[in-house]
């Protein structure tokens, strides 16, 4: 039986997360499995000068968000390994606005961040793979917040579907017209 099938309750996950947690119905693990094609779907054609495009001024570009994505997947996965292995450590946050200038994002080639996203996913879906059922409800805390292992899957997966909405949404029609 797949120790995801079931949605974390509201108390295994920040309040700030119900956002994520609602874009993923069904099983997180499909979702992750799912979403590199989407994003590859998405992107299709996709220029280097037009991955610097902002939606809007003081906005992340396509380069920047999609390092956003890996930056943020690669935090994820390591607090669900940490309480997965039931370390009942308090793990920090991270700020996201810190994290973006400092990523060199956009100096970077397209080619080389997608396939730096394709090895993150693979690592995220090899350890949230090996999960037990006794793992998966297990809680520690991060960023001063509860949060289970079963949480952090839908976390994961429900930040890489905000932000694939957001790129198809706000991104993607400015560079159609």
Known sequence: MNPFSTPPAATEYAPFYHTYVRLIP???LAAL???PQELRRLLAGLTEEQALLRYAPGK????ESLVHMVDTERIFAYRAL????ADTTPLPGFDQDDYVPASGADARP???ILREYDTVRAASLSLLESVTAEMVGRQ????GQPVSVRALAYILAGHEAHHLHILQERYLPQLAG
Not at 60 to 63: D, F, G, Q, R
């Open 140 to 143: 520690g805390t991060a960023s």
């Open 60 to 63: 992340w570009s396509i380069k």
């Open 26 to 28: 069904g099983d997180p």
């Open 110 to 112: 397209l080619a080389d």
């Open 33 to 35: 499995r799912a979403q």
């Open 82 to 85: 940490r309480i997965a292995r």
